[in-house]
Every structure is written in structure tokens, then in C-alpha cells.
């Protein structure tokens, strides 16, 4: 399954995709003629005006990103149209440099858009382009709300980019920079995980995310007077105490710790475990 933004909207990545019968899901970026008869007739139809002048199967709240400093969250109400049209190859392909292989390509247009957004806020407009089914409305509320957890992919590829700075490596063998990018993506994946953890259930226990020997080492840091209590702490206090080994102060007015505050305090966890061995066995 292949889920991307803008920058993947490119006629030979569809048609790969359709080849080798992988789904897709991605964000269009151009305007193109469409629904052509043949790879060089005219047509006056473009993507973006058939799909406006569509009438709307429903309206769905879904929850988006903000734009606004210091909200993560908001909701959006989306009205939803969905159909299904020709994708001609561009004008600028020929059968020369694309192996013959310029086929018209049957492709699925849904277009999310909201109409009233609230003050402040950017208006969300999406038009996703996918060749998985979509014969209902249902159907294509799905597709949105899947594309909608995009940007958990961009978050997970900031922690391996800024948190460890894997572009950063000077490791020459490509063998070790394999073994450095499986090591890496492993520890994102992880800080990552715990993060999302922290959002949808805060409550609930640690054991979750950490292991008796990581939470208790933890525990002990920031309650050293206090005996080891026999029930694990939740999952919101060692987010929290993780974020602290970093010099987030937790104040009322603070609000809750981000991710930078997660990957740099996750370092210092680490090292606090390694101390532990060191000296405790």
C-alpha cells in the first residue's frame, strides 16, 4: 500500500502501481486533462472542475492537524465526492522513452473539501487519487480517514532525521548503514509508539511500552526515597518523567511534552539504563 502527499503524483508510479497490482492512495497536485478516448485526442475535461461540479455523497467530521500555534488537533467537517475517470499519460511522453508502455489509466478521484473552516484556520482541501474500491460513501470516508494519518509517517521520519540524525552518518560500508538504519528506524518506531500511547490512552499501565526492569530503573529516578511500588506507574507518568530527564519542567501552563522533548529525554534514558548496569549489574 503505497500512501503519499503531492509529491507523489506522477503518472508512471499509477501505472507501476496498477502493473504489479499494488493499491495506492495519493494526493493530486496537477490538474490534468482527463477522460480522453485515446492517448492523443482533445478533451476539455479537467480533474479538478469535474470533480467541483459533483454533487456531494455525505459529510463526515474527521480529526486534522492544526495550523495554529499551540493546538495539535481540530475538527474538520468534510464534504465528500468520489469518481471514477481515465488517466491519459502526460502530453510529454512518448512511446520512445516510456518502453511503450503509455496506457490510459482507470483511476478513483475522492475530493475532501471543507467549506466553513473555523477562524485561524487553514481551509483543507483534498483531491486522492487510489485504485482501491470505492462504490460508497463509506468506502470513500475510509480512504479519507486513512490518508488523514499521513503525517504519522512524516512525524516517525522527523525522529529519524532529527532525533538521531541519521542523514548525519558517516559510516562508508553499506552494510553497516543498513544495519544503522534498521537500529534507528527500531528506536523512532518505539519513541514514536510510546508517544501515540500517551495520546489515546494515558492511563493505562506502562507495561505497555516499557519493560519491569526500563520502568522501574525510571521509578527510582524520580522517586528515590519511595520503595519500588509493586503496581507499574501509568503510561502518562514515565511519558512525563521521560520528557524530564530532558529539562521539561511540567508546569501547569506548559502544556504536555512534544516530541522533540521525547527523543532528546529518551537519549538520556537510555544512558541513566546503562549506568544502571554498569555499577548494579
Known amino acids: 500500500m503505497h500512501v503519499a502527499d503531492r509529491e507523489g503524483d506522477i503518472y508512471e508510479l499509477y501505472r507501476d502501481c496498477l502493473d504489479w497490482n499494488e493499491n495506492f492512495l495519493i494526493r493530486a497536485s496537477h490538474n490534468r486533462t482527463i477522460n ?3 492517448n492523443r485526442s482533445e478533451s ?18 474527521i480529526q486534522v492537524a492544526s495550523s495554529q500555534v499551540g493546538r495539535k488537533y481540530r475538527e474538520a467537517k468534510l464534504w465528500i465526492v468520489y469518481k471514477v475517470f481515465s488517466m491519459p499519460p502526460p502530453p510529454n511522453r512518448t ?6 508502455n503509455m496506457s490510459i489509466l482507470k483511476i478513483t478521484a475522492i475530493m475532501a473539501v471543507e467549506k466553513n473552516p473555523p477562524e485561524g484556520e487553514s481551509q483543507l482541501c483534498w483531491i486522492l487519487l487510489t485504485n482501491l474500491p470505492v462504490n460508497s460513501f463509506e468506502e ?6 486513512l ?12 525522529i529519524i532525521k532529527s532525533g538521531f540524525n541519521f542523514e548525519k552518518a558517516q559510516l562508508r560500508d553499506t552494510n553497516n548503514l543498513k544495519k544503522y538504519a534498521v537500529l534507528t528506524f527500531i528506536l523512532s518506531w518505539r519513541i514514536f509508539w510510546i508517544t501515540r500511547y500517551f495520546e489515546q490512552e494515558k492511563e ?4 505497555n511500552v516499557l519493560s519491569e526492569y526500563e520502568w522501574k530503573v ?63 549489574g
Open 36 to 38: 480522453k478516448k485515446s
Open 44 to 61: 476539455d475535461e479537467k480533474l479538478f472542475e469535474v470533480l467541483e461540479i459533483c454533487r456531494s455523497k455525505g459529510i463526515v467530521n
Open 95 to 100: 512511446k520512445n522513452n516510456c518502453n511503450n
Open 140 to 145: 470513500a470516508v475510509d480512504k479519507v480517514k
Open 147 to 158: 490518508y488523514s494519518m499521513r503525517w504519522n509517517i512524516e512525524l516517525l521520519h522527523k
Open 204 to 207: 493505562k499501565s506502562c507495561e
Open 218 to 280: 525510571l521509578y527510582k529516578k524520580f522517586n528515590r526515597n519511595k520503595p519500588i511500588q509493586i503496581i507499574p506507574p501509568s503510561i502518562k507518568n514515565i511519558y512525563i518523567w521521560i520528557a524530564k530527564l530532558d529539562g521539561f519542567i511540567g508546569r501547569k501552563g506548559d502544556g504536555n511534552p512534544g516530541i522533540v522533548s521525547m527523543w532528546r529525554g529518551w537519549a538520556r534514558f537510555m544512558e541513566l539504563l546503562d549506568d544502571y548496569k554498569l555499577f548494579c
